[in-house]
Structures are given as C-alpha cells and as structure tokens.
C-alpha cells in the first residue's frame, strides 16, 4: 500500500502543475485579449497609404501601469514594418496575414532577452482595400502567472504534506488490524502438536478466511485417514511377515534336533516353502511400494498393451504348463496402444496371471484354462475429473485387459473385498500375500483405469472360474491426445 502511494503523490504533484498552468492563464489570457482589442479600434484607415493610431499619452501610461510585469505593444504594417509602438517586441516570423476574423484574437509565445512573453494580436483590416491591413500585438511578462501558479500549487501541495503521513499510518494501522486474524490462525498452527490432525474452529474468524481454515481441515482430514491407512498397513503386513518368519524359526528350531535324514529333509523342505512365502510377500509389498512412489520410475510414454501383455504371458507358459494349466492369448492385429508407465503395467500384467494360475486348479487329464484377452472397446463417453472439478478428458475408448479362468469361483461380495490389502478368500487351499490384486487397482487407478473381478456365469451354477478385468484409457493417436494433467496419489488406501 505504501508504494502505491509514494507513487502516487509525485504523480498528483505534477497533475495539479499542469491544471494551475491552464486555470492561472485564462485571466490574463483576457486582459490581453482587452488590450489588443481597445489597441485596435484606434486604428483608422485614411484616405492615405499608411493608417493613422489615435493612441493618446494617457492611454500609453496606463497601459504601462503595470508593477509586477512589462506589457508590450506595436502596430505592424503588412509587409512588416513598424508603424507604431515597441520595437523590442519580436514580429512573427514568418510575417504573415493572420486567418482571424473581425474582433477575433489569437495568441502566441515569444521572447525577449531570455524572458518568456505571452502575445495577443488580432488583425485591422480595411473596409475599403481588403490587401490593406495592420497586425495588432500586445505582450506581457509571465510574473504574475508564475506567482498565481505556485500559490495554486502550495495551497494543494502544502496540505498533502500532513494529509500522506497521516494516511498512511491510518492504512498502517488498517492493515495490522486486518491481519491480526491471519497472526492468529498462524500462531495456532505453529502451536499445535505434530501428532495433531483435529480439525481446526472457524468461529471468531472474518468470512474472508473462513473457506482457507475449510480448506485446510480437509486436508488434514485426508492426512489423518490416510495415516490411519498406513498404520494399519504396517500392521498387518508385520503381522503378515511374522506369520512366515515364525514357522521358518520353528523349522529351523525342529531340524536341529532332528536326527533322521527323511525327517531332516521334510523339515529343510517346510523350511524353503516358509523363505519362499515370505519372499514372495516382501517382492509385493515392494512391488507396492514402487507403485507409490513414482517418482524413480521411468517416464511414461507410448506403449503397446497387446504387444506387452503377450510379452509377460509368454514368461508364464511354462509355470502354468507345469500346473496342467492350458494359456492362451488373443489380441487385435494392430495393437492397443495406452499412455503408461511400461514397468508399472508389466507388474499389473504379471500379478494377474499370477494370480490365475495359483487359483486355478489342473491335472493331467483335465487341465485347467487361462485365457488372456487384449480388447479395443468402444463406450459411452467416461469423464475424468479433478479434485477442484476441472475437466481432464473425456474417454470413450477403451483397452481393456481381461484374464479369464477355471479357478476358485468367487461371490459377487468376494469379488470386490479381494481387492482390500492381505484379504484372502476364505476356501483357497494355495499360498498367497493378499497384494496382487491391491497393486493391480493401484496401478489401474494410476492409469486413469479401473480394475474388477467379474464371477463367470458358470458360477451361478456352482461352477469355477473368474474373469479379472482392467479398463485403460485408449490412446488414440499421440501421448498429446490424452491429457495428463492429474494423478491420484498413490497412497495407501487411496483404492
């Protein structure tokens, strides 16, 4: 506010210059229009060549009465000379008939001896000879304008001088008094213990900062349900991780003792399937926790999903081979291109048929089935929202992924809880961490995706099997055509 104003004030010094300059002329700009105009009506165009002044001595004394300027005067003849009056009195250069009409008078600047002169003159011409004409001149000093111009200037300037330092204070005080609730809030905040996520009161606040304290309870809102997340997180995969650890040291513990060797074997066998549970529940919960923390990942670009999902499809062939699994794989011809993360979507990719081969049961006769599907699909337009509401895209196409099996049948309920971190389906008899399908939405909902469990019809009639489908984004011709503006966090709990 302060700037402002000192800007302000030189400025309204220098406006109210230039309006004492136009207000102090027009005054004196009439007494020498007067002047020149009684001047002019003494003279007289006689039957002679050269016009006649009847300016009497009195007339001359006053209109040299003047104490604080100098008036000048003369009467020119139209080729230029002097026929009456000063000669100190510079003529017009270039000397010509002035374009005045009858009592008209026009004014001019000049100077004499470094002294500033205003001039009024006004044209005589004959009533007979129309090319026979006088030029008219009176001047005057610039004192007295002067001296009108800085009193204007002083008796508005003067009273700036108490009315600024006044003014500021007063916005001085006004703006403490206005910032006082801000002092407020931040002491309150600086106060607050770090532990402490409760909302904070809006009462005995102005309006203005009312939607920030809003505002900043959401986010602490948020911040609160989000650890609330993670602890229970580190919780269960503790009690997760302490569940393997035990039995390996209870092996461990039964093998030292254990003086047969086909009992030793039989121990050392439940020794490597405990290190080898517990592996593969440290490999996904890391698997996890690179999901969340993009940021040393490497950058999106243009992937080909049918091309990347055959990829991962043709390493697990041979583990589903040896489970008298049958895999298949089907794809359009001209790709499905989406706008990814690869890394993230080989690991979604992966945990899926992961997922399906532990499963899905198979034997040598009756084997079972994977069928792996890479579709392009066309739906009604999907509308992608940020949190503050702004539009990001409209989707109407798909690239969805679908892994269909014969395995353990699920429920309608089953279905989505699956998707809930270390939840595992009570009647599975195979080993597992509860993650794989937590990181598979993470990475979907990453993508601006989604990702479900649909039970087969099959199941209806107490069949088996599950069909697991991701919907991405489908990128229609460059990674331009899809705007990226907004990610969902990444965070535990943010399914």
Request: proline fraction near 7%; aromatic fraction near 6%.
């Amino acid at each position: 506010m302060l700037a402002p104003l000192l800007f302000v004030w030189p400025l309204s010094i220098v406006v109210t210059y230039h309006y004492a300059m136009s207000v102090a002329a027009n005054p004196f700009d009439q007494s020498l229009r007067e002047n020149v105009l009684a001047i002019s009506r003494q003279v007289h165009f006689a039957e002679g060549p050269t016009p006649v002044l009847s300016f009497s001595r009195s007339a001359h004394a006053l209109l040299r009465a003047d104490e604080t300027d100098v008036v000048y005067y003369h009467v020119l003849s139209s080729d230029g000379k002097l026929l009456h009056g000063d000669r100190e009195l510079p003529p017009p250069i270039p000397m010509m008939k002035p374009k005045l009409g009858e009592n008209q008078v026009g004014f001019r600047d000049a100077e004499i001896g470094g002294e500033d002169l205003r001039v009024a003159y006004t044209l005589v011409a004959s009533a007979d000879n129309p090319r026979q004409w006088v030029l008219v001149e009176v001047g005057e000093s610039l004192e007295k304008r002067n001296q009108l111009i800085n009193q204007i200037v002083a008796s508005v300037i003067l009273p700036q001088f108490f009315i600024v330092p006044v003014v500021v204070v007063l916005v001085w005080f006004g703006l403490a008094q206005g910032l006082r609730p801000l002092q407020f809030l931040k002491s309150r905040i600086a106060s607050r213990d770090e532990h402490d996520l409760s909302p904070m009161t809006v009462r005995r606040l102005p309006e203005e900062i009312q939607p920030l304290v809003e505002a900043f309870n959401d986010l602490l809102e948020r911040m609160r349900d989000n650890l609330d997340v993670q602890q229970r997180f580190i919780a269960d995969a503790a009690h997760q991780l302490k569940t393997p650890l035990t039995a390996l040291k209870t092996q461990a513990q039964l093998a030292i003792y254990e003086e047969d060797p086909e009992a030793l074997k039989g121990s050392l066998q439940r020794i490597g399937s405990s290190v080898d549970r517990a592996s593969h529940l440290v490999s996904q919960l890391l698997t996890l926790a690179r999901a969340e923390s993009t940021g040393d990942m490497q950058s999106e670009t243009r992937v080909d999903l049918a091309a990347l999902v055959r990829e991962v499809a043709e390493e697990w062939v041979l583990p589903a081979a040896q489970k008298h699994l049958e895999l298949d794989f089907e794809a359009p011809a001209g790709g499905v291109p989406v706008y990814g993360n690869a890394f993230l979507l080989r690991e979604m990719v992966s945990n899926l048929i992961d997922n399906a081969i532990r499963y899905t049961p198979g034997t040598a006769n009756a084997p079972g089935q994977i069928h792996v599907r890479v579709m392009d699909v066309r739906e009604a337009p999907h509308i992608t929202l940020t949190d503050e509401g702004a539009l990001v895209k409209k989707i109407d196409r798909w690239a969805v992924l679908e892994i269909e099996d014969t395995g353990v049948g699920l429920t309608d309920t089953q279905a989505e809880l699956v998707f809930e971190r270390f939840y595992r389906v009570d009647d599975a008899k195979t080993s597992g961490s509860g993650l794989g399908l937590p990181i598979v939405r993470e990475i979907a909902l990453y993508h601006h995706g989604w990702a479900s469990l649909v039970p087969n019809d099959q199941v209806k009639s107490n069949a088996q099997g599950v069909t697991a489908r991701v919907r991405l984004p489908l990128l229609a011709a460059s990674p331009s055509a899809l705007v990226q503006p907004y990610r969902p966090p990444l965070m535990p709990g943010s399914v």
